[in-house]
């Protein structure tokens, strides 16, 4: 017999690439995190992972320029998989036109601090004018 959950999720939210938004995806992940039950010391790494991502993409690529966060939080059995895809809008071409895309080196470095808070990072795809990654945990849950 397993300990594994044996019910899954999938939750899919779209918030502007702003700080003051920040709150609604942590609160999203503390209600998967009480849903599953998972012990405070890997909900703190989750969150910890997840505010730094989202922190070093605003101060990355969006301090001149306005985007969206599309945030993929998907949990089976044991594990929990965030997918964040970062785009800009393209409001203001006046504005663009003086904007400079972060380059690859640039994105793998502001996350780096991420990488070592997960049990699996992966860059799907690399600056411009939006970039794609995936965090993966495995969930501790309270017994």
């Known amino acids: 017999m397993t300990n594994a959950r044996q019910d899954e999720l999938s939750l899919h939210m779209r918030i502007p690439a702003d700080r003051c938004y920040l709150g609604n995806a942590l609160l999203t992940l503390d209600g998967i995190c009480d849903h599953f039950s998972v012990s405070d010391d890997s909900r703190g790494r989750i969150r910890s992972a997840l505010e730094t991502a989202l922190i070093g993409s605003i101060e990355l690529s969006y301090q001149k320029a306005s985007g969206l966060f599309d945030l993929k939080f998907s949990v089976f059995k044991d594990k929990l998989q965030i997918t964040v895809e970062d785009f ?13 895309h972060p380059s690859v080196e640039q994105m793998r470095q502001r996350l780096d601090p991420v990488a070592v808070l997960t049990d699996g990072f992966k860059i799907i795809k690399e600056a411009g004018r939006n970039s794609c990654y995936s965090m993966q945990f495995n969930l501790v849950l309270v017994e």
């Not at 800009?88 to 400079?100: F, R, S, V």
């Open 88 to 100: 800009m809008l393209n409001e203001e071409p006046d504005a663009l036109e003086e904007y400079t």
